[in-house]
């Protein structure tokens, strides 16, 4: 396995705080973290996080929660 130095973080909001409803949401931080650790934009952008540890946080916010992914 690769070494990954970078440190990025991305995060999104989640309207609602049931986990059933998260997958919008972390499918967009996700996306964001894979476009700042590529910016080129290259067509398979699921190659930059496949078997990178990623960190997860999931914090309460007025309506909902705010996800964040980051790089380990």
């Known amino acids: 396995m690769t070494e990954h130095q970078d440190h990025h973080t991305a995060e999104a909001e989640a309207s609602s705080r049931d986990p059933h409803d998260w997958g919008r949401a972390m499918a967009l931080a996700l996306t964001r973290l894979a476009e700042q650790l590529d910016p080129e934009g290259g067509e398979d952008m ?23 992914v980051s790089t380990a």
């Open 46 to 68: 699921h190659i930059t996080l496949v078997n990178r540890p990623l960190q997860l946080q999931i914090r309460d916010d007025d309506e909902g929660v705010t996800i964040t």
